[in-house]
């Protein structure tokens, strides 16, 4: 492991000039992250180490150098600033499947200069239309397969000047005038990156709020400082790694860890485009010898759920290193991957608005299994009163609050300047999510803002109750939520998913009740379990309890463009 040494030595001696020193950026002039994770690689002499194993759907394969990424990044680069007159800081939306022409692209507009959106795939119109619209959006990349969608609401986007149609182009013919452009893969040996500053505008992700339409944080060159150590220091990614993210860059795991991260620190990554497949993925570990995964909880209950014998049939020996990221990550899934992996998953926590990991069980310290972690060397994280904004004691439920200044924190939500200051309070940015510390200072998550459940004037957190629930032998998922109660304000509903071999059934209702009451505090148990064939869930996995709440109450659901359908 790499030895980050103690957490109070470190915190200390801590300076984000590390990185900049690392990355040979005490200049303005090389400060530009596509310029960072191709130009500079090349630069160090790695120009034909591999960059990329890319796996596409139907066994396609595929293998990029850095030296690859470089032209083909400036490919783009190149197009946008020179042929299509697109200016820095003009936003360029990326619409496609986890294809190379992904990634390249995504470098492509930051070494332009422009500001980079990554849009799921999956996204209809109406989610395109709004993250579209709300960047004004001068062009978007994408392919064959998604350019109709696109097409279909340009009457409604003024501000669309070029289409741009990458890859296979065999039998595509765009009547739609001069604005949609075709392109084969530019090969253009020489960018000169626009010369970024830190505090020039980078990628925009658009994240999913409890009301109102999705937010678009706005993220600065700045933020590969951040990244850059997060990824040597937590993921533990070193030169001859093989490395696995398995998400997709429309979420910002995806664009922080899945390129920029691997990149910066001249790693060999895997890109597998398909979706989640247990064989599928013990089959990508085994084959290109991955050392250290980033993957999401949902997928290691997946895994779970498909048993250890299958695990056995892999050579996965090569794996060094296991982390997690999106939603609370259960003890008995830390347990069950040092079971079957001889490794521990080690949590990490963070959001769209951090850029970067903030608080991890990261190489150097003990795992506690069910914890977030702790802070990392340089973040300073709290748990505070709702009320008053400042520090409870310990082990007391609070909000969640980190210090701002760190370099890969957002710098808006664009136009959306009210939501964005009400972050900030008492000197602090509120995460809206809520947590405790323990003794020796690592955090607990209790559940989001919003979905922690007051009953008769205690917190619940349905993050315990699920918890509970998935330890019985027939419960596949389950989630809580608070409905209202006119005597204890709230009290607790759960859901559960039943694994294949059960019935729903009051017998069982009734045992599942009896199972848990052991493990719980009589205010956190449900009065009420229903049996649901599945739970609606975000595009990263995470559970959305606030559809089941509003299905309960009435209540409006918001955004659900991440939902997806099992
Ligand atoms: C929210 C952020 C950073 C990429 C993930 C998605 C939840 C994230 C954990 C964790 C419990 C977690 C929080 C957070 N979350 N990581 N390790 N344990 N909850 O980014 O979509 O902006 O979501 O995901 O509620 O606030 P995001």
Not at 48 to 76: C, Q
Not at 180 to 186: C, E, F, K, L, T
Request: hydrophobic share 40%; proline share 6%.
């Amino acid at each position: 492991m790499y030895n980050i040494g103690s957490y109070e030595e470190r915190l200390k001696n801590f300076d984000w000039n590390i990185a900049k020193k690392d990355l040979g950026i005490l200049d303005r002039s090389t400060w530009n992250i596509g310029e960072l994770c191709s130009d500079r690689i090349c630069r160090m002499g790695h120009g034909s180490r591999v960059a990329m194993y890319w796996e596409g759907h139907g066994g396609k394969t595929a293998t990029y150098t850095f030296d690859e990424l470089r032209i083909h990044s400036n490919g783009f680069a190149h197009l946008l600033r020179n042929t299509l007159d697109i200016q820095p800081g003009e936003r360029v939306y990326v619409f496609m499947d986890k294809m190379p022409e992904l990634y390249f692209a995504f470098l492509g507009i930051l070494k332009a200069g422009c500001i980079v959106s990554p849009l799921f795939s999956a996204f209809q119109e109406d989610s395109l239309l709004t993250r579209l619209s709300d960047g004004e959006a001068s062009a978007v990349i994408t392919t064959p397969k998604f350019v109709k969608r696109i097409r279909k609401l340009l009457p409604r986007m003024p501000y669309i000047k070029h289409i741009v149609v990458t890859n296979d182009l065999t039998g595509y013919s765009p009547q739609e005038k001069e604005i949609v452009h075709q392109v084969d893969r530019v090969h253009v040996a020489h960018f000169e990156s626009f010369q970024a500053d830190p505090e020039t505008p980078s990628i925009l992700h658009y994240t999913s709020g409890t009301t109102g339409k999705p937010k678009g944080a706005q993220h600065v060159h700045d933020s590969v400082l951040s990244q850059y150590l997060t990824t040597k220091w937590i993921l533990d990614l070193r030169p001859d790694d093989v490395y696995w993210c398995t998400a997709d860059p429309g979420w910002v795991t995806g664009t922080s860890y899945g390129i920029i991260g691997p990149w910066c620190t001249g790693v060999t990554q895997v890109v597998f485009e398909a979706g989640f497949r247990p064989r599928a993925w013990y089959e990508i570990l085994e084959k290109y010898g991955v050392t250290v995964w980033y993957t999401a909880p949902t997928a290691i209950r997946m895994l779970m759920r498909e048993g250890d014998e299958i695990v056995r049939e892999f050579d996965l020996s090569k794996l060094r290193h296991l982390c997690s990221v999106g939603e609370p990550l259960n003890a008995e899934a830390v347990i069950w991957s040092e079971k079957v992996f001889k490794k521990a998953y080690h949590d990490t926590w963070w959001q769209t608005e951090t850029g970067s990991i903030m608080i991890a069980n990261y190489p150097g310290i003990k795992i506690k299994p069910g914890s977030m972690g702790k802070p990392i060397p340089g973040i300073t994280a709290a748990v505070l009163d709702p009320a008053t904004y400042t520090e409870v004691p310990e082990g007391e439920t609070g909000l969640l609050a980190l210090k701002p200044g760190w370099p890969s924190m957002f710098r808006s939500y664009r136009r959306n300047p009210l939501v964005y200051e009400d972050k900030f309070r008492n000197g602090w940015y509120i995460t809206g999510d809520r947590s405790r510390i323990d003794r020796e200072g690592y955090f607990w998550f209790v559940g989001r803002d919003d979905d922690v459940i007051n009953t008769a004037g205690h917190l619940v957190s349905p993050f315990e109750i699920e918890s509970a629930l998935l330890e019985h032998e027939a419960v596949a998922e389950s989630a809580a939520i608070g409905i209202p109660d006119p005597i204890n304000m709230e009290v607790v509903k759960a859901f559960v998913a039943l694994k294949p071999a059960f019935d729903p059934s009051d017998d069982l209702s009734l045992k599942i009740m009896n199972f848990i009451r052991k493990k719980l505090s009589p205010l956190a148990m449900p009065q009420e379990i229903e049996f649901v064939d599945s739970l609606p869930k975000t595009r990263s996995g995470k559970i959305m309890r606030r559809v089941l709440r509003a299905q309960e109450t009435g209540e409006p659901i918001g955004d659900l463009s991440t939902l997806e359908n099992d």
